[in-house]
């Protein structure tokens, strides 16, 4: 709780400290996975390239055996951002799709998911598409008055 708190304060680096502190302790699969989580957030907002990339691996490795997680969609989520990042379009539009068939999204969650996705499609050259991803997140951000995820999906 104490890391979740020091990355809402931009405290990237004092969250990581604690997250390896933590990681190095005999946790379960799931706290594992989320401190991993976690710690690619951080990694990412530091653009530490190395350490996400690091992160990212352990975390794909204990979702690739078991994806029944409460975080997995991140994990899945942020993977596919790294292949984008990385110009991997159709890796990280393929993982972002695996992301969004987990049930327990909320809309909000989908709608920044589909948005991701957008993006990649986009990247790919598959604009018609793109469009139609982004309509329809955009419709059910006003729909369900999600106004937080607009500036997201406008940017698209």
Known sequence: ASAECLK????????IA??????????????????????????CMLQNEKGLEKCLKLAGE??????????THHVESMIAMQYFRQGNFNEGCKRLCIAMKDPKLNLGQKCRYSNNLASG??????????????EDCLSKIKMHRLDKHLSQILDT
């Open 62 to 71: 204990i979702i690739a055996s078991d994806n029944s997680h409460a975080c």
């Open 18 to 43: 604690e997250l390896i502190i933590l990681l190095d302790m005999n946790l379960d699969t799931a706290n594992r996975l989320e401190a991993l989580y976690l710690l690619c957030i951080n990694d």
């Open 121 to 134: 499609l986009m990247m790919k050259g598959k604009y018609a598409e793109t469009g139609a991803l982004a």
């Open 8 to 15: 809402e304060l931009s405290k990237f680096d004092e969250a």
